[in-house]
């Protein structure tokens, strides 16, 4: 039996992770310069990343610790779970980089510097099999609802979002999943009343401006409950909010957040293309002006979430044709519709612009629908591009601010959904006898359920760090947002799918929702940036350009 781990194990089992990420980033940013060559030394980079990722969550997993201790809210207990979750990321940092010392030119030396015998030692005691059960059984008997106490206000709103989630939202969510559904007006006129659109609008334009944290904590009750039916809902407004609020006119602020806020307009995000996924700044759908001032748009859009019902569109598109200018030729447009409910919609404007969609069926995240679209001759006010003439070729900049959120959005989405599945493996472990004897007095399932508490505990840790940095400066937290997002989804495909083995045949069988769970987890990988992507071009480039 190890010793129960404390907050000193974890901050030494960091600083053995500091001391290898260190070189290890140096080296890096010598062998890309700077990261001009990361496409040269792709895996090289991934590795780095990613390693740098699981290493500052290890940090703000402590750091929000050492906050909880000093305030008197923690407990052995919970000194353990952040002392497991660190090992599991430190331990997991060390294997990622060891292969790659040589690449690295930092050889063996730096491995046996940053971690001599005593920290594999402590590597080893701090993870071992009794710590991950002793939480697994503490997570059994709280049914898997262990997440950090927050300060009073904080708490009022988790409280709240998911007393509504579990009364609204949960009852439907799986009907909605099973049959494809499209989410119910109900719930959009509740969130809206609620205030949920409005987190991050500021009060002038009818938002609460309750600061990301309180958005990210809105996020992940609505996803504990359904992804696809409540915990994206309010993603796709952020996204838009964010565009204009960094560089909307002030009547197109007066005119469209207020109405975002309240709900009255639902937002669909239309970037991507049938043969441009991450390379946004490759856009090819086109936007010419008319001699009457207004545009047409024309093209093809992909992967439109929540097309047919939304309000508007933010369409991303090409406004100058020189395809040399790439990002700068692009602009952001506000591009109203009908609400159309269905899998296919059609939209035929007097002037003859027509607008065409239909619904790519997916295995998961159901109830907002993924259209692929047809824009001809689309007609949009000239009011409607974001920033009107200040704002032309200014596209791809207003979209990546919005990105960012959307991001952040999206590692609490995948906290939520990585929480329902703690939860539920839990209940199901302790109503459930195999042998005569429960599921959850077994060595291996208290040992399984001790492993994913721990690691939604450092998705939390990275998601809500992320959450106040951007409160602090959304530029600067850019890439940190990007962190969140690439450690907290894989944490939820892995959590998931751990749930789903725990139920055994069960969690195959659409009666439990666990099986929802794993397959709308596949999903997030891939959104918001799909991981390839973020670890390089994103996390891996502001990594090594510094």
């Not at 009343?193 to 600061?211: K, N």
Request: glycine share 10%; charged share 25%; aromatic share 6%.
């Amino acid at each position: 039996m190890s010793s129960v781990p404390t907050l000193d194990d974890a901050r030494k089992l960091h600083q053995a992770a500091s001391e290898l990420i260190e070189p290890a980033l140096t080296a890096a940013r010598q062998i890309t310069d700077g990261g001009r060559s990361i496409d040269e030394h792709q895996v090289l980079t991934e590795r780095v990343a990613y390693a740098a990722t699981e290493e500052r969550a290890a940090r703000e997993l402590i750091a929000a610790s050492e906050a909880l201790a000093a305030e008197g809210r923690s407990d052995a207990n919970r000194e353990a779970l952040c002392a497991a979750a660190v090992a599991d990321l430190v331990g997991s940092l060390h294997d990622r980089l060891a292969p790659a010392v040589e690449d690295l030119g930092i050889g063996e030396p730096a491995l046996e510097t940053a971690f001599p015998p005593d920290i594999r030692a402590l590597l080893r005691r701090t993870a071992n099999e009794s710590v991950y059960r002793a939480i697994g059984s503490d997570a059994i008997s709280q049914r898997g609802r262990m997440a950090p106490p927050l300060e009073d206000m904080l708490e009022q709103v988790r409280d709240a979002v998911r007393e509504f989630a579990e009364a609204e939202v949960m009852p439907e969510a799986e009907r909605i999943h099973r049959h494809d559904e499209l989410v119910p007006e109900d719930f959009i006129s509740k969130m809206g009343e609620l205030g949920y659109f409005g987190l991050a609008i500021p009060e002038e334009f009818g938002g609460s401006e309750m600061g990301n944290l309180a958005m990210i904590l809105t996020t992940e009750e609505l996803s504990r409950a359904s992804l696809a039916a409540a915990g994206s809902l309010i993603t796709r407004p952020e996204i838009l909010a964010k565009a204009l609020v960094q560089g909307g006119t002030q009547a197109q602020k007066a005119h469209w957040l207020p109405r975002i806020a309240s709900g009255e307009t639902m937002v669909g995000i239309s970037v991507t293309e049938p043969d441009i996924g991450s390379d946004v700044a490759g856009v090819k759908c086109r936007a010419t002006q008319a001699d009457d001032g207004s545009w047409r748009i024309n093209g093809p859009k992909a992967w439109c979430t929540f097309a047919g019902r939304a309000d508007v569109l933010a369409v991303l598109t090409r406004t100058d044709p020189d395809l040399s200018l790439a990002a700068k030729g692009l602009s952001l447009f506000i591009v109203p519709k009908d609400r159309f409910d269905g899998h296919e919609f059609e939209m035929n404007q007097p002037g003859g612009g027509r607008l065409v969609g239909k619904a790519d069926a997916t295995p998961g995240y159901r109830g907002m629908h993924s259209f692929t679209l047809n824009f001809e001759d689309y007609a949009v006010p000239a009011d409607h591009l974001v920033g009107e003439g200040d704002g032309l070729g200014r596209g791809f900049y207003l979209q990546m601010a919005g990105f960012a959120a959307g991001r952040l959005q999206t590692g609490g989405r995948a906290c939520g959904l990585a929480q329902a599945a703690l939860e539920k493996t839990a209940e199901y472990v302790a109503d459930r006898t195999q042998f005569g004897v429960a599921l959850s007095e077994f060595q291996l399932t208290q040992f399984t359920l001790g492993r994913m508490a721990a690691k939604l505990a450092g998705a939390r840790a990275i998601t809500y760090a992320a959450a106040e940095a951007m409160d602090e400066d959304e530029r600067a937290a850019a890439p940190l947002a990007a962190q969140a997002k690439l450690l907290a989804c894989d944490v939820a495909v892995e959590v998931t799918q751990q749930g789903q083995l725990m139920h055994g045949g069960w969690g195959y069988a659409e009666e439990y929702p666990i099986s929802r769970y794993v397959v709308d987890a596949q999903v997030l990988p891939i959104f918001e940036g799909v991981k390839p992507i973020l670890e390089l071009k994103v996390i891996g480039r502001g990594l090594l350009a510094n």
